[in-house]
């Protein structure tokens, strides 16, 4: 996403100015172009070279030196910017911003450009929650610029609270996501469930399946990362939640997850349940420990809410793609649930192919459409698969 885009990086007079470094390496890797502008307090905390032999360009620290090439510098640095980043913003430049001041080469070019905006705050957390600097940020807010809420914990200064430079790698992603807003899927609500279920046995125990939650997690963050509203409900994982969800529900059993999809789902345009909801639940849940006693143990289960079943019932106008796992008969099982449920494509893996399924980050699929026709997608990463799914669902949308 990041690639070729042309990033003006603002370095600003604070304690995290390090930090920025990690930034300018990452935006790098990620096949940006990278021009830093440092103010005067900047330098103070970082030299200068160091941003230019990561960011393989001569940085800008005064206005009024010499351009490396003739052309009005502010200016064509605010024009050329795709994205205009200011990390770490200092409680000053806030203010400096929010009352239009242009006294450096920074606030300057900031004040001539229309590219996106984000401003990443880090300070003491008693500047933060100044009244002033709060009332600072609304103003930058109320002009569209894209303010980061800093992190809590333990500040350089010796505080501890809300003040802190988030991971570099977080800024990327919200980064990805605000470049994403005029994406192909702007506008579009979708509802991804992910992961698995768990059914509880008793107080200790509870049935479950092999689902890392990856696909749906990947699908949620490239769906968001194309201008969509996400609302993610998941099942028990690992994993971190994408930035930019519009909501992150997070569900055990197949019967709360039936639940929030029956409560979310009217108002979306599009649902995808990869999600691997278990079919059978136990009858009776045991208040206390089931005892070890004798040599078999019968648990009586029964079936689940078919809530995949359901929305193929329900559907009007909504674009409705299903997941299958199987393991035999792979085509004409997928077909049979294509059919079966409603769906406008299913998206099946074989869970007996290498480097398909379950918990790695890759996959092997096939998708079988509404109208017979059936393609065969080479190995390729989850995330990469979950942008050719979209690819599908786009047309669907049309
Ligand atoms: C050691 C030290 C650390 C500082 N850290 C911060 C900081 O993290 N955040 C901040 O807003 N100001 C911090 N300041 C204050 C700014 O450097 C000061 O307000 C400066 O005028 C900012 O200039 P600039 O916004 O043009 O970069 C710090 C100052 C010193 C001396």
Redesign the pocket.
């Known amino acids: 996403m990041l690639k070729d885009k042309f990033v003006v990086l603002g370095?600003?007079?604070?304690?995290?100015a390090y930090k920025s470094v990690e930034l300018v390496r990452l935006l790098k890797k990620s096949g940006a172009q990278v021009q830093v502008i440092?103010?005067?307090?900047?330098c103070?905390?970082v030299t200068p070279l160091t941003f230019q032999v990561l960011s393989q360009n001569p940085v800008i620290t005064d206005m009024f030196k010499e351009p490396p090439r003739w052309e009005v510098e502010h200016v064509a640095l605010a024009d050329k910017a795709d994205i205009f980043l200011i990390a770490?913003?200092?409680?000053?430049?806030?203010a400096?911003m929010a009352a239009g001041i242009a006294d450096?080469m920074?606030?300057t070019t900031l004040l001539a450009t229309k590219a996106k905006i984000i401003v990443v705050?880090?300070?003491?957390v008693n500047?933060y929650e100044n009244p002033i600097t709060q009332r600072n940020i609304a103003t930058l807010r109320k002009f569209g610029i894209f303010v980061l809420e800093p992190e809590e914990g333990d500040?350089?200064?010796g505080y501890s609270g809300k003040?802190r430079?988030p991971e570099p790698r977080i800024i990327v992603e919200h980064i990805k996501v605000i470049l994403g807003k005029d994406g192909d899927l702007k506008d579009k609500r979708f509802l991804i469930t992910a992961g698995p279920t768990r059914e509880p046995i008793d107080p200790v125990r509870f049935i479950t399946n092999h689902s890392s939650g990856k696909m749906g997690y990947a699908l949620a963050e490239k769906a968001i990362q194309r201008g969509a509203r996400v609302i993610l409900i998941s099942g028990p994982t690992n994993l971190t939640p994408p930035i930019g969800l519009e909501e992150f529900i997070c569900i055990n059993t197949a019967e709360e997850m039936y639940n929030a999809v029956m409560k979310y789902y009217a108002d979306v345009d599009v649902v995808i349940k990869s999600a691997a909801v278990a079919d059978y639940a136990p009858e009776e849940i045991k208040h206390k420990k089931i005892k070890k006693q004798g040599l078999n143990l019968t648990l009586e289960l029964k079936k689940n809410p078919d809530i995949l079943q359901e929305l193929g019932n329900k559907k009007e106008t909504q674009v409705l793609i299903g997941f299958a796992a199987e393991t035999d008969n792979v085509t004409a099982n997928a077909q049979d649930k294509l059919k079966r449920k409603n769906l406008d494509f299913i998206v099946v893996n074989d869970l007996t192919e290498a480097g398909a399924g379950f918990a790695g980050d890759t996959n092997i699929v096939k998708i079988l459409h509404r109208d017979g026709r059936i393609e065969s997608l080479p190995k390729m990463l989850k995330r990469d698969l979950a942008n050719e799914i979209l690819d599908r669902v786009l047309l669907y949308l049309q």
Request: aromatic residues 6%.
């Open positions: 370095v600003t007079g604070g304690i995290a440092m103010t005067k307090s900047g103070e905390f770490p913003a200092t409680a000053n430049v806030i400096k450096d920074l606030t705050p880090s300070m003491n500047m500040l350089a200064c003040g430079f």
